[in-house]
C-alpha cells in the first residue's frame, strides 16, 4: 500500500500485511503478545493525533494474544488471524468493552454480549485492541462528526479520515493494526479506505452476519474489513464468513473481464482522481449506466437510508433530541418527514434496477470504478468546487459507492496507485498527495474474480 | 349456503354447487352453453336491482360455452370448472375486456393480456361471464364507491355487499354465476361474502399469482375465490394453483385441532354475531391474542396499507385527483402523509408478529373466529354504535380479517349457519335476517385441514 508522507510518524504495522506477519508468528520472529503490544504502543504514540481508538483494551488485547500465543506453541493454529491485532468500530458490540456508537447517548453502555462477527474474529485467534471512532450512530461519510471528535487521516490530520469507519482505516493506514472491522451502508468501509490509502471490502448483503451491529439502515447494513491490501481483506472476510472458498464461490479464480464503468453517470468527479483510477484500473472496454440509473440509485439509496435510519431512532428523537451530535440531529429530523409512500417507491425501484444493472455484467466479471470522486476535504467542509461548480461534500462522498449498497453487490477498494508509487505523481497514484481508491465490483459469488483482479493489478 | 329471503328474486345458481354442476355437465343434464345461457339471463334479470356487474360479455362467454361443450363431447375434460360460468372482479385483466379498477381514472381503458389467475380460469375450462364490480382501486371495505355505483347486498339490496369484491360476492350469493375472482388486500374477498351469505378464501400469500391484477398494496394483496361453500371454493383455488394436493399441502386430511379465537383482541363486535359464530365453529378450546398484539396487527396493517396505496396512485393523485371518488381521494390524501418511519417500524413489527401469532397454532390447526363483527350496514353509512359506543364501519369490517393479510395466511370464511338454518335464529344462524361468516384461518401449507374443518361443519 501507498504509505503515508514521512512527516507523519507510522506504526509498526504499515507496509506489513497480515499475510507476512502470521508466516513471520509461524516462524518464530515474532509473537502474538509480542503484536500486541507493538500495536498498543502505536496506539499510545499515534493515537492522539488521530483520534482512531474510542477505546483500547491492553489487558483483554494481552490475555488474548497470550492464549494466541499458548495455543500456537501447543500445535493448535486456528489461521490467517490467529495472534493478529485488530481494531473493532465502535458500533460493533464486543462483550465487556464499551460502545458508544460515536454518541452521548450510549455513553457508559457496555455490551455483554459479543457481535457475531467479533465471535468469528475470537473463534480466528485474533487479538481485539480496542474499539475504533464512528461517525455518530454511522450517520455520516465524513467520519467528523462522533462524540469523542472526529477521526482523522492519517496522510494530514487536518483532512478527514472519511466514514463512518474512519476510525478503523485511520488505524490501519497509520499501521497501528494491520486489519479492523467496519461497516458499510452506503460506503463507510470504502470511503474512508480509499481516503486513508488502504484496501476496503464491502461483501455481499448478509454476507457476513449483522447480529450485534448496532443498525443504521437495516436493508443496507453491511459488515465489512479494512487491511493494508487486498489479500488481507480476503484472509479476513473467508475467515468471518467461516469459509475456504465457500461465499466467494469456490470457482476458479481465471483471468476476469474487466470494464471501466463511466462514473460520470453517477456523479461529477476530480478529472485527475478519475484518470488516475482509470489508468489504474488497466480496463480496455468501457460500460455505461442506462439513462437516470444513476440518478435513480442516487434517489433510491437516500430514500431507504432515511426512512430506516428514522425507524431506529424515533425513540432518542422523541425522548433525548439534545444528545445527538447537532449536524446529526437535522439530518435525522429531515429524514422524520420523508413519506412513506417514496419508500414503497424506492423499493419498488431496487427491485427494477437490480436485472438493469446486472445486464453490465454481461460480458464482464467486475466492474472497476473510483471509490470516491475526490481526495480527502478538509474536515468540516461541506461544500467544495469541482470544475467550477459547487458540489456537496457528502454526496460527492457517497455517490460512487452507495449504488452497490442498494444492490447488495460485493464491492471492494484498492489504492489506485502502484505500492510505493509517487506521491502527487500524474497517473496511477495519489492525486494532491492524498490517496484514491480504484473500486472494484462483482456479482455475488464471483468474490474470487473480485480478489484475483485486484492480485494482478497489485502485482503490475 | 343460506339463501336470501323469499322476497328477493335469486338466479339459477343458487343452492346449486361448482361440484354439482360438474356432475350434471358430465352426466349430460346440463351443457355448458346452457349454463351459460342461465348465467347471462340472470345477470340481465337481476343486476339491475344489484349492480353486481361492471360489464357482461355474452359473445366471449358462449364461444367459451361452446369451445367448452366440444371439448367434454370430444374427451378432453379440463377438471372442476369446466364449462362453470365464472364472474371476474374488475381489478383482474380480462384481455379484450374493458377494465375500469372502479374508477374514473380508467374509463375506456382495455387491457390486452389475461391476468396470470384469468389464463388459469380459461386453461381450466371456465367460462367467463363478465366483469364484476368493485370499490374504487379496491380501496374500501364498504363496496359502496365506485363509478359505476355501490354494489348492494342481495339479502337487502338497501345495504352493502361488503368490498372490495362486493360485485363477485353479490353476484355468487344472488346466483348468477356459483364460481366468482376477487381480490382480498384487508378483507376484500371475505368481508363480502361474509355480508352476502357465501364462502370465500383468501389463500396463502401469492399462492395465486397477482400479474395482471390491478395492484392495491403489494405486500398484503391477495387473488382469492368466492363460492357458494367451502368445497367450491377449494375446487377453484385447487384449479387456480395447477395443484392436485400440492399447495394444500396434500397432507392427510384428518381431523383438524380446532381453537376459537377470541375476537376481543382484535375489535368490539356485535355479541350477536359473536355467539352466532361461536356456536356454528364447534370449537370447544379457546385462544388469545398477547396482549397489544390486536392493535399492533391493525396499526401495522394501516400504515403498510396506506404508504403502499400511496405509492401506486402517486401520479394519478398529482395529475387527476378530480377523477377520483371524493371519499378515496380524502383517504388517499390522508395516507400520503404517513412518514416512511411509520412504514418501516411496520415491516419490522410484522416480522415481530408473525412468530408471536404463530404460537396461537401450538395446540391447534386451525383457529376460528367471525369474519365480520357485524351484519351488512346500510349503504353509505359510516359510523353506527355497537353496545352503546360508536365504531368506525369501514375499522369494523376489516378488523377481523386484516390481520391474516398482514401475516399472509390462508383465511376461509363460510356462512355461520347451518345451510337451510333458521334466518334470525337464536344461534348458529343468521342475525337480524342477515348471514354472518365464519372465518377459519390456518398455517401455509395447512389448507387441507381448513377445508376439512368446513366441509365436518357443513355436515353437522
Redesign the interface.
Known sequence: MPTPPESIKTGPFAGRTVAALGQDLREGRTTATELARQALDAVAGLDPALNAFVNVDPAGALEAARRADGELAGGTDRGPLHGIPVGVKDLIMVAGLPATMGSRHFSGYVPDHDAACVTRLRQAGAVIVGKTTTHEFAYGPTGDRSATGPSRNPWNPARMSGGSSGGSAAAVAAGMVPLALGTDTGGSVRIPSALCGIAGFKPAYDAIPSDGVFPLS?TLDHVGVLAGDARDCLLAYRCLTAQDGGHDGGQEACRARVAWLDPAGLFPGDSRVVRAVRAASGAEEEVRLPADAGGELRETYT?IQ???A??VH?GRLAGAPELFDSEVLDRLRA???????????AM?ARERLAPMIGELFGRHDVLALPAVPITAPLIGLRETVLDGEKIAVRAALLAFTSPWNVLGLPALTVPAGPVGGPVGGPVGGPVDGLPVGLQLVCRPGHEALLFEVAARLARS
Do not use: F, K, N, Q
Open positions: 437495516r430514500t432515511s426512512c430506516e428514522v425507524a424515533a429524514a422524520a418527514d420523508v413519506p412513506g409512500r417514496r419508500y414503497v417507491r419498488a
